[in-house]
């Protein structure tokens, strides 16, 4: 027999306390319909009254199979629940769902709100009264919870009790400064439940966790809550949330759906095919927010199945459990064997067959392996620019075709006045190829159609992709998608990294890498690596 339990994701209110994030209406919008669609229990779209955008965004609040909650905090002191303006812009958001933060923490009541510990109880009991005789669900988040049953227990008990009998639904414990640890936080919940001699226990399946990341522990301490007997989970996409964040959902929804004993226990609203989608939307919402992917997150990482060690990609070819604990696919990621110094004969064949190229001939595998690591010593990487790594397993092969020949190329970087007698800075790069035995000379400038400068490496890409004879139409699509420069210690002498990555009309992605201690001579290579791999295609 398993047993519910509750999503309740809060990325569009403490996701958007982390510092940097500020949704669009229009992003929250979205974000609410991936999380709907992901099967998320509720969500929580912010503070109606807080600021125009959560205001507009429950004006035109999306319709939804989770159940939409508003957040806001109780009632101040001094005045009814009734007159109470800030929990007014709430409830007037008429959302089904309304979750409370209050105090529970003797310490913050006292010197935060600087009221008594009394007039606190009443605030709580009163507010949560008026959301459920609005004919709302409550939901009471106890905002320092841990932290006050330490120092009084209780008195956080006593602030949950009120909640409890003026009919909060959900009784949410919160590790607000994140700083508990997770056993911590399953025996207060043992605690809790069993109650004491003067005090009946509180049933588990009215009570939720809400946690944050401040000592990188918030899923473990999420799962310690569960584990005791708490039935609902707050957290985020992503992890985001205020400071550190919260607890991600993104591990611990997989977690709970593909790993024992949460498998066999529990049943979210998420399917296994709704998981498929995981990555698609922990992408999305990094899109949005113009972050670069964690390569390294659990589940959803670039990463999270790239098996990089020759040992590993030997084993991986054989039976992939051996070295990954759920498939990829289960939530929507890939299994990678990249090539590096950290490769094997069984890395290179995987690779190979994956790019279509032949891996019988073991001695020429061995060249490519040697040049690798040779490379690699000098500041190559290439686990990262796969379509280099490509391009020399050809030339070790006796595969790869001589499309064209460069000649020489040229740089120029130039400050000067320009019409309006303001000083710009302006390049001019040369390339001279050789195609079909015809020397083709291109010249390209820096400055874009709205005149903006974007520097000598897109001058000296233009160029190069100006004139290429009877090969152009097949590069005239080529889109530059990103740039990464590195310094690096290749030996004793600084080098720099460069790795670009292109994209094709067609939704082709590659990466190529280029050394040398001069920018312009990195760039270029990783730019002419750019121009064979496409041809290839
Ligand atoms: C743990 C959490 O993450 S809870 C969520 C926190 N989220 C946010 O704060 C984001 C949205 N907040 C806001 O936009 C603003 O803080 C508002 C609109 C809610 C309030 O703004 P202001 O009226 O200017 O108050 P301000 O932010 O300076 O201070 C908060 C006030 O609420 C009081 N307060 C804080 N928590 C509670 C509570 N649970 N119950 C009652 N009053 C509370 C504080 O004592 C303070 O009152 P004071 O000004 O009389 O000292
Ligand atoms: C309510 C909340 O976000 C917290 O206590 O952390």
Not at 169 to 184: E, F, H, S
Not at 226 to 250: D, F, K, M, S
């Given at each position: ?34 999380l709907d669609a992901l099967g998320l229990d509720y969500i929580e779209g912010g503070w109606p009254g807080a600021n125009p955008t959560d205001s507009e965004f429950f004006e035109q609040a999306p319709k939804l199979d989770a159940t939409l909650a ?323 397993a050809r030339e070790e092969l006796g595969l790869m075709p001589e499309f064209f020949e460069v000649k020489r190329y040229r740089v120029t970087v130039e400050r000067r006045k320009n019409k309006y007698n ?116």
């Open positions: 027999m398993t047993e519910r339990l509750y999503l309740y994701d809060t990325t569009l209110r403490d996701g958007q306390q982390t510092q940097g994030v500020q949704f669009s209406a229009a992003e929250k919008t979205e974000i609410a319909r991936m508003a957040f806001g905090m109780t009632k101040r002191a001094g005045r009814s629940a009734e007159n109470d303006d800030v929990l007014a812009a709430v409830l007037n958001a008429g959302t089904p769902s309304v979750c409370l933060v209050g105090k529970t923490n003797p310490f913050h009541v006292e010197n935060a709100l600087g009221i008594t510990l009394d007039e606190n109880l009443e605030n709580i009991r009163a507010s949560i009264a008026h959301v459920v005789a609005q004919g709302r669900e409550a939901l009471f988040d106890a905002e320092h919870f841990f932290d006050g049953y330490e120092l009084d227990p209780a008195y956080a008990r006593a602030c949950l009790d009120a909640a409890h009998e003026a009919g909060a639904r959900w009784i949410v414990l919160c590790d607000t400064n994140g700083g508990t640890m997770p056993a911590r936080i399953g025996a207060v919940v043992r605690d809790l439940i069993a109650g004491t001699p003067d005090r009946p226990g509180l049933p588990g399946d009215r009570l939720g966790i809400h946690t944050h990341n401040d000592t990188e522990q918030a899923v473990a301490g999420s799962l310690a809550a569960v584990e005791a007997g708490v039935r609902q989970i707050q957290g985020t996409l992503n992890g985001l949330g205020e400071r550190c964040g919260n607890a991600n959902l993104t591990s611990l929804i997989p977690t709970l759906i593909l790993k024992e004993p949460w498998r066999s226990r529990f049943e979210t609203g998420v399917t296994e095919e709704a998981l498929h989608d995981l990555l698609r939307i922990s992408r999305r919402l990094d899109e949005i927010l113009n972050r670069v992917p964690r390569r390294e997150a659990a589940y959803v990482g670039a990463s999270a199945f790239a098996h990089k060690a020759g040992l590993h990609a030997s084993a991986i070819l054989k039976d992939p459990t051996t070295y990954e604990h759920v498939p990829p696919e289960s939530v929507g990621n890939v299994r990678v064997v990249p090539m590096s110094n950290q490769a094997g004969l069984s890395n290179l064949r995987r690779r190979l067959a994956e790019a279509g190229l032949p891996g019988e001939d073991t001695a020429a595998l061995r060249r490519i392996l040697e040049r690798v690591k040779a490379r690699e010593d000098k500041g190559y990487s290439y686990d990262g620019a796969q379509a280099s790594f490509e391009l020399l303001e000083m710009i800075t302006l390049s001019e790069a040369v390339v001279v190829v050789k195609v079909d035995g015809e020397k083709k000379l291109s010249v390209s400038e820096s400055m874009d159609e709205t005149g903006a400068d974007r520097g000598p490496v897109n001058a000296l890409s233009k160029a190069l992709f100006k004139d290429l004879g009877r090969y152009q139409s097949q590069i005239d699509d080529i889109r530059l998608a990103d740039f990464r420069v590195r310094i690096m210690q290749g030996g004793t002498e600084a080098v720099t990294r460069v790795i670009i990555d292109h994209e094709d009309s067609q939704g082709r992605r590659w990466s190529t890498v280029g050394v040398s201690p001069n920018i312009v001579d990195a760039s270029f290579e990783a730019l002419l690596d750019a121009v064979r791999w496409k041809l290839l295609q």
